[in-house]
């Protein structure tokens, strides 16, 4: 850690008002010295420090990759690049390495997060973020023996697919988009990937022209010793657990509904868009052949059985979960991180399975004609509407 924080001062960067602390899975946590207001200037990294995939792409290396993933995406592009870009860097393909007390630092272990895992995915059996784990690591194997096959040097300078798979997550979990010399940039900024994420985040960040570097600049208050945060964007818990390995208690859960040639993510809002737009599927398949379609509830002959179906697809997913609410509630606190974690993530999409079904009983009922009792705010919306 003194290596790199030399290397950062002898680079022009004022660390004293920065204090690096380790925490949980070789992480760090970013604290200041001194009492923060408003507008103040936390740090700024000079342009020299920056990784640029612009400049990596103007390489003949460079430009071989971006042709190679000509069909992808321009960030996945990026990344591979920078991802290729550290590894040779790290292995001395290049002349120097400028950027190695930065490199030093990284996580060498990655193993919080689901694609590193092996016997751990056990504790996540029957969510459907296995799919989500299991078509991540096919991506990034396919990557790699693209490269492999179209002559990027990674078997010559020792890179195993798991050097790959843990820079390339590095990459992808720790880049920041930016505006560099009239251009977009996925750009890797030493000090910066390490605050860590709160959606009410302490800081905001740019790169500033005038000043030639990245930009960190408070957005409120922050006492001296206090832990400085930033955002990793708003996602569902299923996203941060996927890239980062961590949980808010105040994110939702997506359940993915696959059906015959339909596909949806539910968050648990019975009059979500998403819940919406799974009901009027099933209203289409379920109309009388005198009826016509648009949107919305049809009459209550099609919508119980809309109800129906509702419910056994959401029983369905329920059972392959082999442990019930209760055991994941009771043991989401104790074992390891990954334990906890996964157990967790399990609790909260069964708790939303489990609503969801809670929720289609009172409405079979009422549209049986049926006496219930309701205490959901989105059944009576539903009520209302219909």
């Not at 977009?184 to 709160?198: C, E, F, I, K, Y």
């Not at 539910?266 to 009059?271: I, P, S, V």
């Not at 334990?339 to 289609?360: F, H, Q, S």
């Amino acid at each position: 850690m003194e290596e790199f924080i030399n290397w950062l001062t002898s680079n022009g960067v004022d660390t004293n008002n920065i204090e690096l602390i380790e925490i949980e899975n070789n992480e760090r946590s970013v604290l200041t010295h001194k009492n923060l207001s408003e507008g103040d200037t936390f740090f700024l990294i000079p342009k020299k420090l920056l990784i640029m995939s612009p400049e990596i792409e103007k390489s003949e290396m460079g430009k071989q990759i971006r042709e190679i993933f000509n069909n992808s995406t321009e960030l996945t592009k990026n990344i591979v690049n920078i991802t290729i870009f550290i590894l040779l860097m790290e292995r001395g393909y290049y002349k120097e390495n400028f950027w190695e007390p930065y490199f030093n630092i990284l996580p060498k272990s990655l193993k919080h997060i689901p694609t590193f895992w092996t016997k751990d995915l056990y504790y996540l059996k029957g969510s459907p973020i296995l799919l989500d784990i299991r078509d991540r690591a096919k991506t990034l194997r396919a990557e790699y023996n693209k490269l492999k096959q179209h002559g990027i040097p990674l078997k010559e300078y020792s890179i195993s697919f798991n050097d790959y798979k843990r820079v390339r997550a590095l990459v992808s979990s720790r880049n920041f988009n930016l505006r560099i010399d009239g251009k977009q940039s996925t750009t890797m900024v030493p000090l910066a990937d390490m605050l860590n994420h709160d959606l009410n985040a302490d800081t905001n960040w740019t790169y500033n022209n005038t000043k030639n570097g990245y930009e960190m600049t408070m957005r409120r208050n922050v006492k001296k010793g206090m832990e400085v945060s930033d955002s990793y964007g708003r996602k569902t818990n299923d996203k941060y657990f996927l890239y980062y390995g961590f949980l808010l208690k105040d994110s939702d859960v997506e359940i993915k509904i696959k059906l015959k040639n339909y596909s949806i993510n539910l968050k648990g809002g019975f009059n979500s868009i998403e819940t919406k737009n799974l009901l009027n599927h099933l209203r289409r398949k379920y109309l009388e052949k005198e009826q016509s379609y648009s949107y919305g509830y049809v009459d209550v002959y099609n919508e119980k059985k809309v109800m129906v179906e509702f419910k056994k697809i959401l029983n369905k997913l329920k059972r392959k979960y082999p442990r019930s609410l209760s055991f994941y509630k009771k043991n989401k606190k104790s074992g390891s991180l990954n334990k906890r974690n996964a157990y967790t993530l399990v609790y909260m999409e069964l708790k939303i399975i489990e609503d969801y079904i809670k929720k289609i009983n009172i409405i079979l009922k009422k549209l049986r004609g049926q006496k219930f009792k309701n205490s959901y705010k989105d059944v009576d919306i539903y009520f209302e509407k219909n």
